[in-house]
Structures are given as C-alpha cells and as structure tokens.
C-alpha cells in the first residue's frame, strides 16, 4: 500500500464530464489499496473569469484581501464536485478547503508562501480509507484570513502536502504527458523527457515553461521530493523530475522556453554614481514588485542607462515608480515596452560546453530576431526579443539545440 498524493489541474476538472473521468481514475487508485489525497484548481477558465470580474468591480489593483476569498471560490467548487462524484461511485471521500487542512500560509495576500499544513488531519482521513479531496491556491494566515499563492499555485500546494504527509509519490496530472523540451503547443517536434534535475525544471520554471509552478519545484527539491509530471487522460508514464543524479541524460539544452508576461522599463541618462541602482529599484520592491532582469550600461559621455523587466501585471506600476524616482534623481528619461519576450535555452550540460550562447545568438541573427537583452546563469541563457518573433525563435533555438542536438556542440567544444 502506498500513500498517494494525486494533483489535477484546471483542464483536467474543466467539466462534469472530466470531473467523473478524474474520480474513476482516483477510484482506481484507491481500490488498488493505496491512500489517496488529491488536490485540485479550479475549472479551466475559472480563475481567470474570476480575475476578470474584480477588475470590473474591486479597482485598480483590487484589494490584496478580497481579492483572495474571490479567487480562493474556484478551488471550493472544484473540491464539492470531486468529492460528490466520488462518492457517487460507491467510494467515501470529503472535501477540504485549504484553512480546513490547516493550510498556513504568511500574509502575502495574492502570492502567500506555506508555513505548515495539519498532515495529521489529513492522516486521519486517510487511515479511515476516505480520500481527501483538497482545494490547491489557498491558505489561511495567522489572522484567519483567506490567501493564494500565486497563479499555478495548487502545484505548490500538492508537493507541500505530499512532503508533510510523507508521501511515495506525488503526481502531477495535467493536459499534457510530461515535460516536454519545448511547450508542445509551439511546435510539433518537442520531445517528452524521462527525466529532468530539479535545478533545470526550477530554471525552465522561471523561465516560462507553465507546465509546473516555481515553488513547487524548488519545494520539491527541498524535501527531496521526486514529482511525476503526467496526463490525466491517460495512463502513460510521464516525466520525473527528480535529483541530478538520477538523470541519465545530461543534455547541452534540455528546454527551449518562452515568457511573454514580462515587461521592459529603461531609465537613460542616470549619473554614473554609487546609489542609483539602488535609488531605482528600491521602491519596487518596497511595493512588492519583482524585477528579473537587469542590464546598465556605461554611453560614451558617461552617463548610465538601466534596463530592466518586470512582470506584466506590474508594468503600470512599475513605470510609475520608476518615473517618479527618475525626476527625483535627475534622470534624462523613462520608456516602457510590453510588446516583448523573453526567450531562455537550459540544460545541465551548458556546464561543460563553452559557446553555446554564441551558437544561440548566431541562429538568432539568422533568423534576423534582434536581441535586446541578455542574462545568463550556469545553466540557462535568456534574451529579450520583440513579442511578435517569440514563436520563431523558439523553434530556430529548439532546432538548433535540441532536434540536431549534440552533433552542434561536440564534447570538448
Ligand atoms: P494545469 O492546469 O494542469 O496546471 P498548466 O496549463 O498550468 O496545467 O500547465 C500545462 C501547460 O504547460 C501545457 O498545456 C503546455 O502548453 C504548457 N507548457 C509550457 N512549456 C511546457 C513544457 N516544456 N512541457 C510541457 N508543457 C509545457
Ligand atoms: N486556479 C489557480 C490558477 O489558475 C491555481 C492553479 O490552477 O494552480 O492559477
Ligand atoms: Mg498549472
């Protein structure tokens, strides 16, 4: 017997149709004699309906708190549906939303992290033989109210659960049959990988690749928490993300990713002085906002110009902030661009293998995609690049680096 935490999400109990298709296949599950807690989203389109709805109504950005009870609803429908369903199949099961699991979370309404969860609440449901139906997004803070975790949040919440429970598996059910090297949905030739490290899912998380929540990995990672990325309709066997050492392959370019939901700020003419980055930036994160990459450089007359990107939902904001401190400091200007990509190639074997960015640059220019910025780790490299091309150029980077693979770059280049 084995404890098992199931995770589907929003197209795979997008209808009452795929909600019954999700409890036969939990059912079966637990009937194999296995324990089984399942978390769930909310119905395909849900979240982002319910998004929608307090921009017409909660102002401009909403109230963090209310903001949480509305989009914590998606989840509370998703966890009643499953759990009647399962029932009705002649298997017991309860529904829990995530203050019921004594889901602790700080108060950072909107992208709260976990603190705690009650695993012996839900132990004991378990050892009755009932499946624990628990809503994914949400949790409860020291004061009792309502929080999210961010989008794609009930990731984070079923490997948060299945670490406290000590759970054998934890799988990661959704609409595609694992990770792929590159979005399927972009292009045709992407291939499922058997494995992936931890440190590449993290990087090709936040690179854009929605397939898994940030936090879920780097949890997972923490606890050491191997996570089974596949379908919900069908049985084959997807993708584990699991330690470096259990990957077998260690490929130049694992992924080939695309962010579209970041924006640029650039403040030019800024004196070239000590503090300026810091008087910049500073009432961006004082406001909560997240700045990913940063590029200054030095023009001829010794004036500085500082580019950097921000999420999309807090591009408004952002340049805002970023105009009002620049006539604070006496900057020349302030421009903003939304209309941009960011595009990242990563994979453990970036380790051994010099001038893999060069190569990724040259099937950029070929393909005459300007690069308008650059940032690179030990294992990832990521540019930014007119919206329109983001397709393009992710399939020039997946051909080049992953469909004519290693044959680019030999061993000792
Ligand atoms: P869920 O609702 O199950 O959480 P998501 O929509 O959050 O599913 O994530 C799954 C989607 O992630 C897929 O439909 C796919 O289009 C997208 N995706 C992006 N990059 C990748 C990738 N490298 N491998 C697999 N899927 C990816
Ligand atoms: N329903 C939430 C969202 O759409 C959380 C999730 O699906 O993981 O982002
Ligand atoms: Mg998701």
Known sequence: MALIVQKYGGTSVGSAERIRAVAERVVETAKAGNQVAVVVSAMAGETDALVALAGELGGTPPPAREYDVLLATGEQKSIALLAMAIQALGQPARSFTGAQIGMRTDD????????????????????????????????????????????????????????????????????????????????????????????????????????????????????????????????????????????????????VTANRDEAKIRVHALRDEPGVASALLTPLSDAGIVVDMIVQNLARDGSTDFTFTVPKNDYARGLELAQATASKIGAGGVEGDDGIAKVSIVGLGMKDHAGVASRMFEVLGSEGINIQMISTSEIKISVVVEEKYTELAVRALHAAFVEDGAALLSPEA
């Open 108 to 255: 950072a309404h909107n992208r709260a992290r976990i603190l705690d969860v009650d695993a012996e609440c839900i132990h004991r449901e378990l050892e009755r033989g009932v499946v624990a139906v628990i809503a994914g997004f949400q949790g409860i803070d020291d004061e009792g109210d309502i929080t999210t975790l961010g989008r794609g949040g009930s990731d984070t919440s079923a490997v948060a659960i299945a670490a406290a429970l000590g759970a054998d598996v934890c799988e990661i059910l959704t609409d595609v049959t694992g990770v792929y090297t590159t979005d399927p949905r972009i292009t045709e030739s992407a291939r499922k990988l058997e494995r992936i490290s931890f440190e590449e899912m993290i990087e090709m998380a936040s690179a854009g690749a929605k397939v898994l929540q940030i936090r879920a990995v780097k949890f997972a990672m923490h606890y050491g928490l191997p996570l089974h990325v596949r379908s919900s309709f069908e049985e084959e066997e997807g993708t584990w993300v699991t330690r470096e050492d259990d990957v077998m392959e260690r490929l130049v370019v694992s992924g």
